[in-house]
């Protein structure tokens, strides 16, 4: 069974533009949530969806944002982007109500310069 | 801000020995405490999770301890090998938002 994907894996972008990453889940799983990995903050939780609408969102500002398509597949923007933004964004996929399926993708390095 | 206070940040163990990392967590509605591995350049991955009802869970060589009155729990990995050499992160969670600890680097020299 193949695994999380992320694309892309790497990517530099410049103050004030704007990104956007996606996630493909692993197959069956409606559940899609990222975290933000930086080595100063950790592992912060970003946001959840589950069948295309955000079931919960952790504090982060508008700037952030996502969608979930009908394919359980996942997006996250983020709009004018800062150095501060420049991370580990992690997407993970997991079967409705059972949280020990979580398995999260190996990640997008995000440089903003 | 972080709610799951993790120690320590550093470990360096034998190989054979025992790693022992503690997460202490103040969100008494959380009701799942998973551990995760992680490697250089990869994904974090779930090593061993446990709910409060228990409190003490075993797989292989990893166990979680779970103190639920001092609002604790542990991960105790038995016969430490070199290819356990990872970060390892606490966390808990309610659904599938997970608020993390900050992380223990463990080495394991040969």
């Known amino acids: 069974k193949a695994g999380v994907t992320q694309t892309p894996r790497y990517l530099i972008k410049t103050r004030g533009q704007q990104v956007t990453l996606s996630c493909s889940p692993i197959s069956g799983h409606r559940s899609v949530s990222w975290y933000q990995q930086t080595p100063g903050q950790g592992l912060q939780f970003l946001f959840e969806y589950f069948s295309e609408t955000q079931r919960n969102k952790g504090n982060f500002p508008g700037r952030f944002s996502g969608r979930q398509f009908s394919n359980s597949r996942s997006e996250m923007n983020v709009s004018t982007l800062e150095l501060g933004d420049s991370a580990l964004y992690l997407c993970a996929s997991s079967l409705a109500g059972q949280q020990e399926t979580q398995y999260f993708g190996p990640g997008t390095r995000l440089l903003v310069l | ?110």
Request: aromatic share 12%; charged share 15%; proline share 6%.
């Open chain 2, 1 to 110: 801000q972080q709610q799951v206070k993790q120690s320590p940040q550093s470990l360096i163990v034998q190989k054979g020995g025992i790693s022992i990392i503690n997460c202490a967590y103040e969100n008494t509605a959380f009701d799942y405490f998973p551990w995760y591995q992680q490697f250089p350049g990869k994904g974090p991955a779930l090593l061993i999770a446990i709910r409060p009802d228990v409190s003490e869970k075993k797989e292989g060589r990893f166990t979680i301890s779970f103190n639920k009155s001092a609002k604790q729990f542990s991960l105790h990995i038995m016969d430490s090998q070199p290819g356990d050499s990872a970060t390892y992160f606490c966390a808990e969670g309610a659904g599938n938002m997970l608020t993390f600890g900050g992380g223990t680097r463990l080495m394991v020299k040969p």
